[in-house]
């Protein structure tokens, strides 16, 4: 019984330091404050953004740590995807997200678009192939062909561009907290699964900057 109460112990111990070492972010290591920092775009909430592609393995690998996240996010939290087009597939791509997002689907269906892609290897980056798996989801296809082409989905992209340019984003996914702090899975001991408790530190230290 003694030696299964030490085990208990121990192993609390490692939980506590491993839970401790999760939050424990050095500027310059962990995360980087930006020089220039970016007003939030809707509202007054601490904005979080992530620069994605649904084509990017890493936030295929990212998605499911995320989503657990997003569930609990707080009041005074907006989390945003801002998809980036770094190739020419992930310029279709970007439309299919904010496609879904203007139809109300995106947080439902974000997790079925990797899983599509990466799983079943399906190319939604064509427009037929995307068109066809939407419908096969409950959507209305006249209606999603409608809004996939549409001006105000390219207006989207053009400011996605703007916004992937002005935060220097060089490689997907890429974190923004607040407009002011950057991180990634890559500067991350613990890697996509140390991402939750870092935005987590990174909005606590952000809430406490705004007094």
Known sequence: MKRFAMVVV?????LAFSSASAIDMVEGKQYTRLKNVQPAEKGKKIEVIEF???????????????QNWIKTTPAD?????????????????????????????GQRLSPEVFKAIHVSNL????????????AGKGLDRAKVAEIYGSFGIDSKLKRAKVLAQE?????????????KFTTSSSALSG?????????????AKARAERG
Not at 10 to 14: E, M, N, S
Not at 167 to 179: F, L, R, S
Not at 191 to 203: E, M, Q, Y
């Open 10 to 14: 121990g192993a609390l111990a490692v």
């Open 52 to 66: 994605f592609s649904y084509g990017c393995p890493h936030c295929n690998d990212l998605e499911p740590f995320l």
């Open 77 to 105: 939290v907006q989390f945003v995807r801002v998809p980036v087009t770094f190739q020419n597939q992930w310029i279709a791509l970007a439309k299919v997200y904010y496609t879904l997002e203007a139809m109300g689907e």
């Open 123 to 134: 190319p939604l980056y064509q427009d037929k192939s995307f068109l066809d798996w939407a």
């Open 167 to 179: 935060y220097n984003v060089q490689a997907v996914p890429t974190m923004i907290v607040d407009g």
């Open 191 to 203: 890697g996509h699964a140390a991402v939750p408790a870092a935005l987590d530190a990174l909005i």
